[in-house]
Structures are given as structure tokens and as C-alpha cells.
């Protein structure tokens, strides 16, 4: 059984490789919610978007929600929001939000493998140190400080594009 109150960290970096992938097809995009700015300095839920955005939101409930729900409202104007989220076609956020509102849906063949600090300390796909000799200590134990593994979860791509054919927010309540 998954033991499901870990402290799960929202600070994951998009790979590289895949986020030059969707450059080259979108063109320039701006990142609303970039990896660790200062809220303090900006909130991406609270500043109007550039034409064509990139957002990898934070995965834990309630601001993966908010930044959903901002995609959709920001592409109403007729911006370009491109996601990238955790799959969970079970949920109420992807049949009442997305599902009705989205442009397209892009599965991601394969778990990505983001950059960022799991649940036991240990740096996760990052370049450079000394891979082979770094430990930490978790739970009395010495393990290795980086690890190369994929994500927990299977992504997907979701493109809310706005222009004059699109009915948005039809389902979304207030």
C-alpha cells in the first residue's frame, strides 16, 4: 500500500530535452509558474499571461486546480496555454475542466524524468556531482545523494487554445 501523506515536494523541473521539443513546435513560451521564483515578486495565478504559455504547475491538489483553471481562462482570451500534467482521467479537475475545455491532449509515451529532491533527500536527474561516492542519511541509513529515475507518475500534454470556434468554460461552474 502506498503510503499516501508523504511530504510530497511541488518543485519539479520540466526536463530539458522535452521542453526544447515543445519550444520547437510552439514557438517562445513564457512559464507562468517557473521553478522556485519568489511568489513574493509575482503569483502566476494572479498576472495576465503572455500569448503563448508553458506551464508545468505544481502537482499537489489545490494549485495543479488553480493553475488549470487560470489556463482556461487566460486561453478564453485567446492565448495559447500548453500543460504539462500528471494523467488522472478519473478525477472531477480532468472531466469537469479539462476534458470540456481543452484543445487537444497529447499522452507522453513513457515517465519523463523531472529534476528536483524526492521524499528521502536524494537529488533526482542532476547534472554534475559526484554521483558515485555522495551519500546522505535517511532514516539512520547512508544512501546514495543522487539517483536516476523517472517520474511517479505518467504525463500528458494539454493544449488549451483560444480563437473564435472555441466554446470555453461551458461546463466549468463557479
Not at 521539443?21 to 519568489?38: M, R, S, T
Not at 483553471?69 to 482570451?77: C, D, H, L, R
Request: proline content about 5%; overall charge positive.
Amino acid at each position: 500500500m502506498k503510503n499516501r501523506n508523504l511530504n510530497h515536494a511541488d518543485n519539479w523541473a520540466t526536463p530539458d530535452e522535452f521542453l526544447s521539443k515543445l519550444h520547437d513546435e510552439f514557438g517562445g513560451l513564457f512559464d507562468p509558474c517557473p521553478l522556485y521564483h519568489n511568489i513574493e515578486d509575482w503569483d502566476g495565478l494572479k498576472i495576465e499571461w503572455h500569448n503563448r504559455n508553458f506551464i508545468n504547475p505544481p502537482y499537489s491538489r489545490k494549485l495543479k486546480e488553480a493553475f488549470v483553471i487560470k489556463a482556461i481562462e487566460e486561453s478564453k482570451k485567446g492565448k495559447l496555454c500548453v500543460m504539462l500534467l500528471p494523467v488522472s482521467t478519473s478525477t472531477k479537475l480532468f472531466h469537469d475542466y479539462i476534458l470540456p475545455n481543452k484543445k487537444e491532449i497529447r499522452f507522453i509515451k513513457s515517465r519523463l524524468k523531472f529534476r528536483g529532491i524526492n521524499t528521502k533527500g536524494q537529488k533526482v536527474n542532476y547534472h554534475g556531482g559526484n554521483k558515485s561516492n555522495e551519500t546522505i542519511s535517511y532514516e539512520g541509513k547512508q544512501i546514495p545523494a543522487y539517483v536516476n529515475n523517472s517520474g511517479m507518475h505518467d504525463s500528458m500534454i494539454v493544449i488549451f487554445n483560444g480563437g473564435e470556434d472555441w466554446n470555453f468554460l461551458r461546463n466549468l461552474k463557479d
